[in-house]
């Protein structure tokens, strides 16, 4: 499931940035709330979480799509 060049695209760009787009505004939400140490820990850890997956996925997507044979060759 995760060779599929569909699949890595959607979690590459779509899935996962925007998972880290909403922990690092639950991130600031929790510090301007009163729980800064809870906060930062989402807002540094969480978020990078998914902002290296994302990129992750990417980097699997651009290797899956380069070893995708082409017919077009023989044609």
């Known amino acids: 499931m995760l ?3 569909e699949t890595l695209f959607v979690l590459g760009y779509m899935l996962l940035p ?3 787009l909403l922990s690092a505004v ?3 939400t929790m510090i301007l709330g ?3 140490i809870l906060g930062a ?3 540094v ?3 990078q979480v998914f902002t290296f997956g994302a990129v ?3 980097r699997r997507r651009k290797a899956a799509l380069l070893e995708e ?3 077009d060759h023989n044609a």
């Open 3 to 5: 060779r599929k060049p």
């Open 56 to 58: 992750f996925a990417l």
């Open 69 to 71: 044979p082409r017919g």
């Open 45 to 47: 850890v969480v978020t």
């Open 41 to 43: 820990i989402v807002l």
């Open 34 to 36: 009163g729980n800064k």
């Open 18 to 20: 925007l998972l880290a």
């Open 26 to 28: 639950v991130g600031l």
